[in-house]
């Protein structure tokens, strides 16, 4: 039961591999593994060189000296790789769901019969050997006959652990029907009686059943601990046809001594057969199976006769593979002190790496992220991500042992502040609209005013924001993963140094990455909108009412929206206490015409109702007597007091902003700006007006003993059309007779 392990289809693996003299057998899928020798494989080329494209300085024609070397070409010829790392015959465990029925089992060991012919069909392979031994796994399997109603009775499932010569009982299941390759392990029932289900343990006549096929191989069970295999398998190959043959194969995975699993999931029709089954190639035919092969015959090869020498596959003029030794990049071709040929260094330089070849990596934020927090650049290619490489350790180096000095792979981050002045001035000194200088020397070239500017943010020390150590295999391997762990948490500018050490030497592969804020402050509430009424503005009904209590509770209402525009505005996480809105307040205070500037915090009591009255009352123009003239008779014209003369109006702007830096490479120092979007702003203007009958009210009336009084003048009087409310009847008496 050790003998199971998962493999996802497709994923890097570890190569599996027998060297035979000149040849290897392996998984397709896998690389071959570097041997202890300089070689290389065919199968690792990705394509071949045509023959009209190699320079002719790499051959060596007319030269009798080194004949027994070259090639009919004239070139150095690559020799085989005598390297044996393993010389015994491999072994590969074909694992089987106990729910297969014979076809599928015979197409199998069919598929089994045509790799194995293929593999001892290739050249130089002879000596190569594959051996398979299958077993089977349990499975919760559906009877085959629902058509008889004879379930585990019916005859043809003798073979697969269902009739048995025991006195089983029948069963109500339905009529017989020809059974699928491979049946589901559980299925929606027929009747409302739960299906009959094969037992779920491997009985001995599932194994005898494999032994019906001869190309499987010997049959193991490995529900015997007690079983010793001959030769340790490199790979089990498993067929499973539901969730529980799958979950078998699944358990045994964190006890598995094998280094690969390949998975097929054969289901035709089912319940189970829409399941989720990770890390399986799904069959929906068993005949698919021949579309996968996953061996592969490798011939290795090398430059044993030339020094430094690296192999080179080429396709000759006819069209065959042929393969010449040639020296790497950076070495030329020549005689070492003993007649040898060897490949000498000619230089040292360092490739340019692929920072280098950019003068900045820029990324700007242009959305509210949620989060101060910027990774995954490699995969977002915003950043290119280094690949060092070396003669000594390269990619085989996979442990850190050795202290300082150890081989190793570095990748830090550092963010550096410099100087910051203000934008516009700096444009100031070199225009409006024109490149900003990258030094900050030129700018006090273009003007000497500008070496008395001070910088709104000082400059600082580097801050250290990652720092990570990897071996050389592991960073080559999982690059972009550990380009994507560089986290940044704020704005700025950052030096990028990946290091590369080996035994004798180190380089270093520098970047500048700059993170820039492109996103503005955005408003999340209205901007209010004055109200009208008929009595202050009966015409255009614009921004002006009658100053009531309640419209001042309003208007307030309205100041506190305003103010809320802006206090309730959004930004990104990283844009903290950075703000610079554009802010102004002017008010018309009563019996003013124009309006005055005001500190803007001063806005929240322009209605507020005892700053109203306070501020009516100290006005000595409210203490005056309007309709008293200078010669202390009264104004009795019907207007003695202009309109409008009692109107308090506020006026209020705010555009959000905020404070920005546009970092960039190469600059020792840096331009901060205040700008938000311009669609990002609320103007507010409200007036309120009081008239005279708003302030004071006057009531006239006819006194009750006047009334008294004309009541009995008329009651003397026949005609009844005259009253005393608002008449006034007096008797006169009669002096003398005309």
Aim: charged share 25%; hydrophobic share 30%; aromatic share 8%.
């Amino acid at each position: 039961m050790k003998l199971f392990g998962l493999l996802a289809a497709g994923a890097i693996q570890l190569p599996l591999q027998v060297l035979s003299m000149r040849t290897s057998l392996g998984l397709k899928e896998t690389l071959l593994a570097v041997n202890k020798e300089r070689s290389v494989s065919f199968a690792l080329l990705p394509f071949d060189l045509p023959n009209n494209t190699l320079i002719s300085q790499d051959a060596l024609t007319n030269n009798d000296h080194y004949s027994g070397i070259l090639g009919p070409d004239g070139r150095i010829g690559c020799t085989e790789s005598m390297a044996i790392d393993n010389n015994q015959e491999i072994t590969v465990v074909l694992a089987f769901s106990k729910c297969l029925d014979d076809t599928a089992l015979s197409t199998v060991e069919e598929w089994v019969n045509q790799v194995k012919a293929g593999i001892t069909t290739i050249a130089y392979a002879e000596d190569l050997k594959i051996t398979f031994q299958s077993t089977m796994v349990p499975g919760a399997c559906e009877e085959r006959s629902e058509k008889t109603k004879k379930g585990l009775e019916d005859k043809a499932m003798e073979n697969q652990g269902g009739a048995a010569p025991s006195n089983a009982p029948e069963t109500t299941a339905p009529d017989t029907a020809k059974p699928d390759m491979a049946e589901p392990d559980t299925a929606e029932p027929h009747t409302t009686e739960p299906p009959v289900l094969l037992t779920n343990n491997v009985m001995p006549t599932d194994l005898k059943r494999l032994e019906a096929f001869p190309g499987l191989g010997n049959v193991v069970d490995l529900a015997d601990d007690d079983v010793k295999l001959d030769v340790k398998p490199i790979a089990v190959i498993s067929f499973v046809t539901g969730e529980k043959s799958y979950g078998e194969v699944m358990q045994y995975e964190t006890s598995v001594q094998v280094s690969k699993t390949f998975n097929f999931h054969i289901c035709k029709s089912g319940t189970n057969c829409e399941g989720t089954f990770e890390n399986c190639i799904d069959l929906p035919e068993v005949v698919d199976l021949f579309m996968y092969n996953p061996f592969t015959v490798t011939r290795s090869i090398e430059c044993a006769n030339l020094d430094g020498g690296v192999p080179v596959t080429y396709l000759d003029d006819y069209g065959f593979r042929q393969c010449f030794c040639n020296c790497p990049a950076g070495h030329v071709l020549e005689e070492n002190d003993y007649g040898a040929l060897t490949c000498k260094q000619v230089d040292d330089e360092v490739c340019p790496c692929v920072w280098a070849q950019v003068n900045e990596f820029k990324y700007a934020v242009e959305n509210d992220k949620g989060t101060c927090s910027f990774k995954n650049f490699a995969t977002d290619s915003v950043l290119s991500v280094p690949f060092p490489t070396d003669g000594y350790v390269a990619d085989k180096r996979d442990t850190l042992k050795e202290g300082y000095q150890n081989p190793r792979i570095t990748v830090t981050a550092e963010r550096e502040q410099f100087a910051e002045y203000k934008g516009s001035d700096v444009e100031s000194v070199v225009g409006a609209g024109g490149s900003l200088p990258l030094t900050f020397d030129e700018v006090v070239g273009l003007s000497s005013s500008a070496s008395n500017l001070q910088p709104v943010v000082a400059p600082a020390h580097k801050t250290r924001t990652h720092s990570a150590e990897y071996p050389w295999k592991e960073y080559q391997m999982n690059r972009v993963a550990h380009i994507d762990d560089l986290e940044f948490t704020s704005y700025g500018k950052y030096k990028l140094e990946v290091s590369a050490y080996d035994y004798f030497s180190s380089a270093t592969c520098e970047g500048c990455l700059v993170i820039v804020d492109k996103y503005r402050p955005k408003a999340t509430t209205e901007c209010p909108k004055s109200f009208c009424d008929d009595v202050a503005d009966p015409v255009h009904c614009t921004e002006s009412a009658e100053l009531t209590p309640n419209n001042l509770d309003k208007a307030s209402g309205l100041v506190n929206q305003y103010f809320d525009f802006a206090i309730k505005a959004k930004n990104d996480a990283c844009s903290v206490d950075n703000r610079c809105d554009s802010e102004s307040f002017s008010r018309r205070d009563f019996f003013e015409k124009d309006y005055t500037e005001h500190d803007c915090s001063q806005a929240h009591q322009c209605f507020n109702k005892d700053t109203v009255l306070e501020d009516l009352l100290v006005s000595t123009k409210t203490k005056t007597n309007p309709l008293l003239e200078e010669d202390n008779s009264c104004d009795n014209t019907d207007a003695p007091v202009s309109i409008g003369q009692c109107t308090r109006c506020c006026k209020m702007h705010t555009a959000l902003k905020e404070w920005w830096t546009d970092y960039r490479c190469g600059s020792d120092y840096d331009a901060r700006n205040c700008e938000g979007d311009s669609d990002q702003t609320c103007d507010f203007k409200q007036c309120l007006v009081m008239n005279g009958d708003t302030l004071a009210t006057v009531t006239a009336s006819i006194t009750e003993d006047t009334k008294k009084e004309s009541e009995s003048v008329l009651a003397q009087v026949e005609d009844e059309a005259y009253q005393t409310v608002t008449q006034i009847h007096r008797s006169l008496d009669c002096t003398s007779f005309g």
